[in-house]
């Protein structure tokens, strides 16, 4: 009986994250209203600081300065703060280029490296606008980015809005048509987060606003800031949504060599963050979001385990669970498969999609042993896009 609950409890919990849901917020979202108490370009618009880390960032950088000041947001309106984390390829050159045509440009050339978010920390100092936009520099704007953000600020209990990260460069020889996947259906997911409680939980770093009042510093070795940043404006019990108008676009990874390094950063992070803020875990606003969301999907390779294990336990009871071992070690050998395909130029998306999966899981996992370790910085190597 013990092997059977800790069974069905496991696969549960797993479906339940990944599955049910979303569908729970298919229909939770059904007649909500979106924010209402919104800016439009006939009132006096709020003033914007855009803030930039970058680190050798010298293929991309120039593409996004140009991107914001295409923007239709009155340039007389926002700032760019942008500081160099001691970049040592031609970053500073090219963002040097570009402040006498943009007074309102102001760089920081930080000599020592030491993370996006002291960079961030020290950059939001020195800003003077009310509303925050944190941005990384490869990620570029279109012309509406700007207002479709700051537009829901005029809601006094809205915090943070996120952005509707759109991703290019596919390749299939690579993840990124999964990885492309993962993330159109985490905004549609966190969009509704945000529409049902106004409890969104985590932005895209790549792009998103907070107002400076809300804005908390990120501790000095935290490894996933967005995150941070987002959970400190819940406990000051203001909301967090996302705007689909407001869209943004970045190459994602091909290689999952690369991209499962990241999120062993990112799962380490996570539990940095869940040590943290555990007590909104029991909140009645962001509780339900925050466990079946995040923590649930924290704790999934554990789950997989005690599924496997336990399965393999009861596989004697019934043919039942014969069957759902099957299926269990048929998933574990997918990505075995589909290397064989892809060393034979196959590429076949069902199995791509099965070792984006597991990947992502064993990600978790060494994220949640090395965050046992001492972190003693945040300063993390980006991740090479196209």
Not at 183 to 190: L, T
Not at 191 to 211: D, L, S, T, V
Request: include cysteine; charge should be positive.
């Amino acid at each position: 009986m013990i092997l059977e609950i800790i069974f069905w409890v496991s696969v549960l919990l797993i479906l339940h994250t990944y599955l049910f849901y979303p569908l729970i917020l298919s229909i939770l979202i059904l007649g909500r209203k979106k924010n209402d108490q919104l800016y439009s370009f006939d009132n006096k618009l709020p003033f914007v600081s855009v803030v930039i880390s970058a680190y050798n960032e010298e293929n991309v950088i120039a593409g996004k300065i140009e991107s914001i000041y295409r923007s239709s947001f009155p340039e007389n309106s926002f700032e760019v703060l942008i500081g160099s984390d001691a970049s040592d390829d031609q970053t500073v050159e090219i963002i040097r280029s570009f402040e006498a045509d943009h007074p309102s440009l102001r760089f920081f050339d930080f000599k020592e490296r030491r993370g996006k978010g002291n960079v961030v920390n020290d950059l939001v100092q020195n800003a003077g606008g009310n509303i925050l936009i944190l941005t990384d520099a490869n990620v570029l704007f279109d012309r509406d980015t700007m207002f479709g953000i700051v537009k829901h600020f005029k809601n006094p209990e809205i915090g943070l809005v996120d952005t509707n990260m759109i991703n290019k460069g596919m390749k299939k020889e690579g993840i990124s048509y999964q990885e492309k996947a993962y993330i159109s259906r985490e905004v549609r997911i966190k969009n509704m987060e945000g529409r049902i409680w106004g409890a969104m939980m985590g932005p895209f770093g790549g792009c998103y606003a907070i107002r400076k009042e809300d804005y908390t510093a990120v501790p000095s070795n935290f490894l996933v800031d967005d995150f941070y940043i987002n959970m400190k404006v819940f406990e000051k019990g203001k909301l967090a949504v996302n705007e689909l108008q407001a869209r943004v676009y970045e190459d994602v990874p091909h290689q999952i060599s690369i991209e499962f390094r990241r999120k062993v950063r990112i799962g380490t992070g996570n539990w940095q963050n869940l040590r943290t803020f555990w007590r909104l875990l029991f909140t009645r606003r962001y509780g339900f979001a925050f466990w079946s969301h995040k923590v649930i999907r924290w704790i999934g390779p554990f789950l997989l385990i005690l599924a496997l294990i336990s399965n393999a336990l009861l596989v004697y009871k019934s043919e039942l669970y014969l069957i759902t071992l099957i299926i269990q070690l048929s998933l574990i050998l997918a990505p075995l498969l589909d290397l064989i395909c892809k060393s034979l130029n196959l590429h076949i998306k069902s199995l791509r999609l099965i070792t984006h999966f597991y990947s992502m899981n064993l990600a978790l996992l060494f994220g949640f042993f090395r965050s046992f370790k001492t972190i003693k910085t945040g300063v993390w190597e980006r991740t090479e896009r196209g």
